[in-house]
């Protein structure tokens, strides 16, 4: 079952059914611990005082990186055990504040700031600036893709959305939805495709593949979704081919596909780090549209990443 013949097309797994100063930080976490703070921490914090900062406006770019870090320090400082312990619960309260100056910081040129996909331990940039963006995306959910051999998982590639944000200020309509009905919602993937904007899925692979398989997978994936392709059509996908002929892609080779817009995709491929140039155009509104549903579609390759997207849009729509 794990020869390299059984692994070929499905070594990939894209087919899934066609149809994240010291003066300032005193003063901030002093001002963010007294009394009506440490209430809400008592009762988890409501939303406001975790979005916004008293007296001053976030941008959009600290907005989802702050709600990205606040989100993981919810997971991670926050137990039952700790409910009737008046001290930790200080504790917590100042790693809230702290948390929320780090990641403002992080909007103002802290580089370093990353995301981990756990199940792959991937970790992926909160904010990038990527070859043909005008301007630097941010993260927006990450996930994994795991291709089952009889009852054994193997995780093939980390993935990673990065949108231009934005993108965010034309979701309104969806403000306040579940994560659930977001995730069920075609139509805000939809509009997010065709917004006239930037977005780009990295992809990490965490196992050593050649080109070729790799683009076996993906066409076997894309074509489907293309019933009656056009010589446009045909020309997209034999470029998009010839990335990746005679190619090998190592564990820790990077992939981008950026849109551009809906019908502009760019191609970009390095052997470890992000790439720092383009490799290919893939100008097709039908190939980039199916390459789009394949993640984000009714029946995504990665449920994991549209799940943490789906989250992520949930707790920034608020």
């Keep these: ?106 909007s103002v040129g802290n580089a370093d700031e990353y995301s981990e996909e756990t199940a792959t331990s991937v970790k992926f940039q909160r904010s990038v600036t990527l070859p043909g963006c005008s301007s630097p995306l941010s993260l927006l959910g990450t996930g994994f893709r795991e291709k089952k051999f009889a009852i054994i998982g193997v995780k093939v590639y980390a993935a990673g959305l990065y949108v231009n944000e934005s993108i965010l200020s034309g979701l309104s309509v969806w403000k306040g939805r579940s994560a659930d009905e977001i995730q069920r919602d075609s139509s805000l993937f939809s509009f997010i495709f065709e917004a006239q904007a930037e977005k780009s899925l990295q992809i990490v692979l965490v196992r050593d593949v050649d080109g070729k398989t790799f683009w076996d997978a993906l066409d076997e994936a894309i074509s489907p979704r293309i019933k009656s392709p056009s010589s446009d059509d045909k020309t997209a996908l034999s470029t998009f081919q010839g990335i990746f002929q005679n190619r090998s892609l190592n564990k820790g080779s990077v992939i981008l596909l950026t849109w551009i817009n809906s019908s502009k995709m760019l191609v970009s491929v390095s052997s470890g780090g992000l790439p720092t140039d383009v490799d290919a155009a893939i100008e097709s509104g039908n190939v980039t549209s199916a390459l789009f549903d394949v993640f984000f579609g009714d029946s995504p390759v990665s449920p994991t990443l549209k799940s943490s997207v789906s989250n992520q849009l949930a707790m920034t729509l608020v």
Excluded: W
């Excluded at 794990?2 to 994240?20: M, R, T």
């Excluded at 007294?34 to 809400?40: A, E, I």
């Excluded at 926050?78 to 702290?98: Q, T, V």
């Design 1 to 106: 079952m794990c020869n390299a013949d059984a692994l070929k097309i499905e070594h990939l797994g894209f087919n899934a059914g066609v149809s994240n100063m010291d003066g300032i930080l005193t003063t901030l976490t002093s001002a963010m611990c007294v009394s009506p703070l440490r209430s809400s921490c008592r009762k988890r914090y409501n939303a406001e005082s975790i979005y916004h900062f008293p007296g001053a406006s976030l941008n959009r770019v600290s907005m989802l990186q702050t709600v990205n870090h606040v989100s993981s320090l919810r997971k991670q400082s926050i137990s039952p055990s700790l409910k009737d312990n008046s001290l930790l619960r200080k504790r917590n309260c100042g790693e809230i504040s702290r948390g929320i100056v780090k990641s403002a910081a992080s």
